[in-house]
């Protein structure tokens, strides 16, 4: 699902997260982020609260933008999260955030999201292609 194109974006790139609740949708951007060899996305926990609140009421789907503004290449992906409140993968988000924001802001936790669509966004003839 998650070919090199994709990955390399993901790698490099800022997300947009987007959930919704009650009719209510909501994005935020993301910088502490990461892909496991797996294919899953991971974010770390810094300022998510609206997303969580989100998360829990309609059963932990979410969608993911990520795009390059010069090349304008860019995926939707499309999935389910889990937050995780401790362990090794919120342990490495607390230790980059800390440093980044000198100690005054710290990881809560982190999504782990899994996938199940991931479409082209790309200007084009692959445009909403499903990879």
């Not at 998510?48 to 932990?60: H, I």
């Not at 969608?63 to 995780?84: C, F, M, N, R, W």
């Amino acid at each position: 699902m998650l070919n090199e194109n994709v990955v390399n974006l993901l790698k490099n790139s800022m997300w947009d997260l987007a959930t919704c609740a009650n009719g209510q949708p909501n994005v935020v951007p993301v910088a502490f982020k990461d892909v496991t060899p797996e294919g899953k996305l991971l974010v770390g926990d810094v300022f998510l609260d609206t997303t969580l609140k989100n998360l829990q009421a309609n059963g932990g789907r979410i969608a993911i933008s990520v795009y390059d503004p010069k090349s304008l290449e860019g995926y939707q992906l499309k999935g389910t999260a889990e937050h995780l409140t401790g362990g090794p993968v919120v342990d490495n988000f607390k230790k980059i955030v800390e440093t980044v924001f000198k100690g005054t802001a710290t990881a809560k936790g982190a999504l782990v999201i899994t996938l199940d669509k991931v479409i082209v966004t790309t200007p084009g003839g692959e445009n909403k292609k499903k990879l």
